[in-house]
Protein backbone atom coordinates (compact mmCIF):
# COMPACT_ATOMS: atom_id res chain seq x y z
CA UNK A 1 0.00 0.00 0.00
CA UNK A 2 1.50 3.20 -0.69
CA UNK A 3 0.57 6.59 1.18
CA UNK A 4 0.41 9.89 -0.66
CA UNK A 5 2.06 12.90 1.20
CA UNK A 6 -0.59 15.40 2.07
CA UNK A 7 0.21 18.70 0.15
CA UNK A 8 0.58 21.49 2.54
CA UNK A 9 -0.36 24.87 1.29
CA UNK A 10 1.54 28.07 2.92
CA UNK A 11 -0.01 31.15 3.68
CA UNK A 12 1.07 34.11 4.58
CA UNK A 13 -1.32 36.66 7.08
CA UNK A 14 -0.81 40.77 7.78
CA UNK A 15 -4.01 41.09 9.67
CA UNK A 16 -5.34 44.40 10.91
CA UNK A 17 -8.59 46.09 11.12
CA UNK A 18 -8.64 48.13 7.73
CA UNK A 19 -6.38 46.10 5.21
CA UNK A 20 -5.68 42.58 6.07
CA UNK A 21 -3.84 40.83 3.74
CA UNK A 22 -3.10 37.45 2.25
CA UNK A 23 -0.57 35.36 0.74
CA UNK A 24 -1.15 31.91 -0.46
CA UNK A 25 2.38 30.40 -1.43
CA UNK A 26 2.53 28.10 -4.81
CA UNK A 27 4.35 25.16 -5.44
CA UNK A 28 7.76 27.34 -5.18
CA UNK A 29 7.89 30.62 -3.73
CA UNK A 30 7.37 32.97 -6.60
CA UNK A 31 5.76 36.06 -7.12
CA UNK A 32 3.84 34.71 -9.88
CA UNK A 33 2.55 31.95 -7.98
CA UNK A 34 1.46 33.33 -5.33
CA UNK A 35 -2.00 34.28 -4.55
CA UNK A 36 -2.72 37.74 -2.97
CA UNK A 37 -6.46 38.80 -1.45
CA UNK A 38 -7.15 41.77 0.86
CA UNK A 39 -9.75 43.77 2.05
CA UNK A 40 -10.78 46.94 1.24
CA UNK A 41 -12.94 50.06 1.88
CA UNK A 42 -11.99 51.97 -1.30
CA UNK A 43 -14.02 51.34 -3.93
CA UNK A 44 -10.85 51.71 -6.21
CA UNK A 45 -9.15 49.30 -5.11
CA UNK A 46 -11.98 46.38 -5.18
CA UNK A 47 -11.05 43.79 -8.05
CA UNK A 48 -8.55 42.32 -9.59
CA UNK A 49 -5.01 43.91 -10.15
CA UNK A 50 -2.55 41.62 -12.18
CA UNK A 51 -3.52 38.51 -12.60
CA UNK A 52 -3.41 37.43 -8.76
CA UNK A 53 -3.97 40.30 -6.17
CA UNK A 54 -7.51 40.38 -5.64
CA UNK A 55 -9.19 43.25 -3.46
CA UNK A 56 -12.43 42.40 -1.63
CA UNK A 57 -15.05 45.22 -0.29
CA UNK A 58 -15.23 44.89 3.60
CA UNK A 59 -18.74 43.97 5.31
CA UNK A 60 -21.09 46.43 6.76
CA UNK A 61 -21.36 46.06 10.70
CA UNK A 62 -22.75 47.19 13.77
CA UNK A 63 -20.50 46.18 16.16
CA UNK A 64 -16.75 45.53 17.12
CA UNK A 65 -17.19 41.77 17.70
CA UNK A 66 -19.52 41.37 14.21
CA UNK A 67 -16.20 43.40 12.62
CA UNK A 68 -14.00 40.89 13.69
CA UNK A 69 -16.08 38.17 13.04
CA UNK A 70 -16.51 39.87 9.19
CA UNK A 71 -13.02 39.48 8.89
CA UNK A 72 -11.65 36.26 10.47
CA UNK A 73 -14.46 34.34 8.47
CA UNK A 74 -13.18 36.73 5.19
CA UNK A 75 -9.68 35.36 5.96
CA UNK A 76 -10.80 31.43 6.74
CA UNK A 77 -12.79 31.77 3.29
CA UNK A 78 -9.66 32.50 1.48
CA UNK A 79 -7.67 29.84 3.25
CA UNK A 80 -10.16 27.12 2.75
CA UNK A 81 -10.36 28.18 -0.73
CA UNK A 82 -7.04 27.93 -1.78
CA UNK A 83 -5.65 25.30 0.09
CA UNK A 84 -4.44 21.49 -0.49
CA UNK A 85 -4.94 19.57 2.09
CA UNK A 86 -3.91 21.04 5.08
CA UNK A 87 -2.49 25.00 5.36
CA UNK A 88 0.13 26.34 7.59
CA UNK A 89 -0.56 30.00 8.68
CA UNK A 90 1.93 32.28 9.49
CA UNK A 91 0.43 35.74 11.40
CA UNK A 92 2.93 38.32 12.03
CA UNK A 93 3.03 39.31 15.50
CA UNK A 94 1.83 42.22 17.28
CA UNK A 95 4.33 45.47 16.67
CA UNK A 96 3.49 47.76 19.81
CA UNK A 97 3.27 51.20 18.20
CA UNK A 98 -0.22 51.18 18.80
CA UNK A 99 -1.56 53.16 21.34
CA UNK A 100 -4.91 53.78 23.48
CA UNK A 101 -8.29 51.60 22.28
CA UNK A 102 -6.65 50.64 19.02
CA UNK A 103 -4.30 48.42 21.19
CA UNK A 104 -7.46 46.22 22.04
CA UNK A 105 -9.59 46.66 19.03
CA UNK A 106 -6.12 44.98 17.15
CA UNK A 107 -5.90 42.24 20.10
CA UNK A 108 -9.60 41.29 20.17
CA UNK A 109 -9.66 41.24 16.04
CA UNK A 110 -6.28 39.16 15.69
CA UNK A 111 -7.70 36.82 18.88
CA UNK A 112 -10.48 35.69 16.92
CA UNK A 113 -8.62 34.60 13.93
CA UNK A 114 -6.18 32.50 16.05
CA UNK A 115 -9.38 30.99 18.01
CA UNK A 116 -11.17 30.08 14.41
CA UNK A 117 -7.68 28.94 12.70
CA UNK A 118 -7.02 26.88 15.86
CA UNK A 119 -10.45 25.63 15.78
CA UNK A 120 -9.67 24.39 12.40
CA UNK A 121 -8.33 20.69 11.64
CA UNK A 122 -7.26 21.09 8.78
CA UNK A 123 -4.90 24.32 9.68
CA UNK A 124 -1.74 25.21 12.00
CA UNK A 125 -0.64 28.24 12.30
CA UNK A 126 2.56 30.52 14.04
CA UNK A 127 3.23 33.77 14.74
CA UNK A 128 6.25 35.24 12.92
CA UNK A 129 7.89 38.55 14.64
CA UNK A 130 7.54 41.67 12.99
CA UNK A 131 11.58 42.69 13.08
CA UNK A 132 12.58 39.03 11.94
CA UNK A 133 9.81 39.44 8.46
CA UNK A 134 11.69 43.12 7.86
CA UNK A 135 15.13 42.11 8.59
CA UNK A 136 14.05 38.98 6.30
CA UNK A 137 13.03 41.21 3.57
CA UNK A 138 15.44 44.02 3.59
CA UNK A 139 18.23 43.24 5.68
CA UNK A 140 17.38 45.45 8.28
CA UNK A 141 15.03 44.31 11.77
CA UNK A 142 13.79 48.11 12.17
CA UNK A 143 13.29 48.47 8.03
CA UNK A 144 10.18 51.59 7.21
CA UNK A 145 7.66 50.87 4.66
CA UNK A 146 9.94 52.20 2.07
CA UNK A 147 12.24 50.25 2.78
CA UNK A 148 10.23 47.49 2.33
CA UNK A 149 9.23 48.07 -0.68
CA UNK A 150 11.83 48.94 -2.46
CA UNK A 151 12.88 45.10 -1.49
CA UNK A 152 10.15 44.06 -2.55
CA UNK A 153 10.33 45.77 -6.13
CA UNK A 154 13.62 44.44 -6.60
CA UNK A 155 13.14 41.05 -5.31
CA UNK A 156 9.65 40.71 -7.37
CA UNK A 157 10.23 43.12 -10.31
CA UNK A 158 7.12 43.99 -9.22
CA UNK A 159 5.91 47.68 -8.80
CA UNK A 160 2.80 48.07 -6.74
CA UNK A 161 2.50 51.44 -6.56
CA UNK A 162 2.26 52.12 -10.24
CA UNK A 163 -0.15 48.36 -10.62
CA UNK A 164 -2.26 50.18 -7.87
CA UNK A 165 -2.02 53.68 -9.51
CA UNK A 166 -0.82 55.12 -6.08
CA UNK A 167 1.17 58.18 -6.07
CA UNK A 168 2.59 57.43 -2.67
CA UNK A 169 2.52 54.40 0.11
CA UNK A 170 -0.09 53.19 2.05
CA UNK A 171 -2.37 50.24 2.27
CA UNK A 172 -3.22 47.81 0.40
CA UNK A 173 0.23 48.14 -1.49
CA UNK A 174 2.07 48.20 2.29
CA UNK A 175 0.03 45.26 3.17
CA UNK A 176 0.36 42.52 0.39
CA UNK A 177 4.48 43.46 0.88
CA UNK A 178 3.90 42.65 4.15
CA UNK A 179 2.01 39.43 3.66
CA UNK A 180 3.86 38.46 0.77
CA UNK A 181 7.16 38.60 3.48
CA UNK A 182 5.03 37.03 6.31
CA UNK A 183 4.49 34.14 3.73
CA UNK A 184 8.24 33.55 2.60
CA UNK A 185 9.50 32.91 6.10
CA UNK A 186 7.05 30.64 6.75
CA UNK A 187 7.80 28.92 4.06
CA UNK A 188 11.54 29.18 4.45
CA UNK A 189 11.17 27.84 8.35
CA UNK A 190 8.61 25.35 6.82
CA UNK A 191 11.30 23.98 4.24
CA UNK A 192 13.65 23.90 6.83
CA UNK A 193 11.87 21.91 9.61
CA UNK A 194 11.32 18.84 6.97
Request: hydrophobic share 30%.
Amino acid sequence: MTYQKKQQTIVGIDYSLNSPAICIVGDNFDFNKCSFHFLTSKKKHIGQFGKNIFGYEHKEYNTPIERFTNISSWALDIIHKHKEDTAKVFIEGYSFGSKGQAVFQIAENCGILKYRLQMSPTILYDTVVPSVVKKYASGKGNADKQLMYDSFKEHTKQDLLKMFDMGKLNNPVTDIIDSYYIAKVGYENSKSEK
